[in-house]
């Protein structure tokens, strides 16, 4: 489904021929997120309510119907092309494993690096969070050192591309946050992480 204000350019602002109609008609359609899901929009009129639960599931905005009808992709593409051109990029999220103690990172995640920087690469102006995490294995305040000090590694990885970056943010959780729970003392590869997103 789109966001609330995509929603809103969509819903009110756009208007467009519906199939088989004669005359210009406003219609609200509900996409799939980019997980796959959908949501729900009940569309209130002077007819009654029609809800829209299923991926190009539409609904006219004008009272003259509460049926719903189904729009193509080709449709969804000739009506809103100025608004999917507007809608901003999905930010891009990549996960780093590291070899338990150290900044060394582990060779699957060594070779995500170049997918991470053809991403940046592709976004002009971006902004970078890098956030640095370990397991619970040794004392918390030594685990946010060496968080921080994994995300200054994945930074400078990142920077050497020379690419234009607008800002890049480095903090450590430390052993806060794990992606998956132990006890304390308990070393965890999936926790020894840099989490990077990309806006």
């Not at 219609?27 to 190009?56: A, F, M, R, W």
């Amino acid at each position: 489904m789109f966001t609330q204000q995509f929603f809103k350019i969509i819903g009110v602002t756009i208007l467009s021929t519906l199939i088989n109609a004669c005359t210009p008609q406003s219609y609200v359609t509900l996409l799939k997120n980019p997980d796959g899901s959908t949501g729900k929009v009940i569309v209130t009129s002077e007819k009654g309510q029609t809800e829209l639960s299923q991926d190009h599931a539409a609904a006219t905005l004008d009272s003259s119907s509460t049926e719903v009808f189904e729009v193509s992709e080709q449709k969804l593409n000739e009506d809103f092309s100025e608004a999917f051109s507007a809608q901003p990029l999905s930010p891009s999220h990549f996960r780093l494993y590291f070899i338990q103690g150290g900044t060394q990172l582990t060779q699957e995640s060594e070779a995500l690096i170049p997918e991470i920087i053809k991403v940046i690469a592709s976004r002009p102006g971006v902004d970078i969070s890098i956030i640095g995490h370990t397991d619970s294995a040794g004392p918390a305040n030594m685990n946010t050192q060496l968080g921080l000090k994994r995300a200054k590694e994945v930074s400078q990885l990142l920077e050497q591309a020379a690419l234009e970056m607008n800002k890049i943010t480095i903090t450590s959780h430390g052993e806060k946050n794990q992606l998956i729970k132990t006890p304390d003392e308990t070393p965890e590869p999936l926790n020894r992480r840099v989490e990077v997103t990309i806006r």
